[in-house]
Nanobody
Framework: QVQLVESGGGLVQAGGSLRLSCAAS????????MGWFRQAPGKEREFVAA????????LYADSVKGRFTVSRDNAKNTVYLQMNSLNSEDAAVYYC?????????????????WGQGTQVTVSS
């Protein structure tokens, strides 16, 4: 059974930064793409960023390009999301998810396992 546990969320002022982490169980973490999604109240879950198995390919939503960076440390079974220049539109519950064996994808259906999420709140 795959378990994903997010951490690092919290309250930050607009313009500030946060680094989210997602720790994964299982010995095969390093062969799967990983993704980050977010869901704000009353809105659908949306894609944020994704990374392939070795970190050589990344994808970003247009709304976070240039501000967010996804990375991974396969030795630690962990994927990260560095978030800079946060604004009110970034406030949401952030979820990490395990993708497939191919490249990263932006679609929810491309991810099989999901974490419980971590709340990010941005104050103005």
């Amino acid at each position: 059974q795959v378990q994903l546990v997010e951490s690092g969320g919290g309250l930050v002022q607009a313009g500030g930064s946060l680094r989210l982490s997602c720790a994964a169980s299982g010995r095969t973490f390093s062969i799967y793409a990983m993704g980050w999604f977010r869901q704000a109240p009353g809105k659908e879950r949306e894609f944020v960023a994704a990374i392939n198995w070795n970190g050589g390919r990344t994808l970003y939503a247009d709304s976070v390009k240039g501000r967010f960076t996804v990375s991974r440390d396969n030795a630690k079974n962990t994927v990260y999301l560095q978030m800079n220049s946060l604004n009110s539109e970034d406030a949401a519950v952030y979820y990490c998810a395990r993708g497939g064996l191919g490249g990263p994808t932006t679609t929810i259906s491309g991810y099989e396992y999901w974490g419980q999420g971590t709340q990010v709140t941005v104050s103005s």
